[in-house]
């Protein structure tokens, strides 16, 4: 069983920057897909960045590209999002996802479905 566990949501004004965390436990990441999604209030969870554990490749929804970075550290089994720029928009729930099946190959996965694991969830709120 893997535990996901996500810090460093908080408030912040437009323009600014924070970085989550996500440590892992439970399961060696080497052989996974590690994710970003987001759920803003009455909307749906959507995907936001996603990291190739083994070599490193990101992936990037349209809206964040440019402003939001995904990476990780092997030895502490943790994976960040360091967001800068922020905007209003931005504001949600943060949601780490890990997918266990689709890291060989070209394929990212970006829909919930296909995530095994789910950290808890850490909101980040922008204001204008």
């Known amino acids: 069983q893997v535990q996901l566990v996500e810090s460093g949501g908080g408030l912040v004004q437009d323009g600014g920057s924070l970085r989550l965390s996500c440590a892992a436990s439970?399961?060696?990441?080497?052989?996974?897909?590690m994710a970003w999604f987001r759920q803003a209030p009455g909307k749906e969870r959507v995907f936001v960045a996603a990291i190739r554990w083994s070599g490193g490749t990101t992936y990037y929804s349209d809206s964040v590209m440019g402003r939001f970075t995904i990476s990780r550290d092997n030895a502490k089994n943790t994976v960040y999002l360091q967001m800068n720029n922020l905007k209003p928009e931005d504001t949600a729930v943060y949601y780490c996802?890990?997918?266990?099946?689709?890291?060989?190959?070209?394929?990212?996965?970006?829909?919930?479905?296909?995530?095994?694991?789910w950290g808890q969830g850490t909101q980040v709120t922008v204001s204008s």
């Open positions: 439970g399961h060696t990441l080497s052989s996974s897909f």
């Open positions: 996802a890990a997918d266990f099946k689709h890291y060989l190959g070209t394929y990212y996965p970006t829909e919930e479905y296909e995530y095994d694991y």
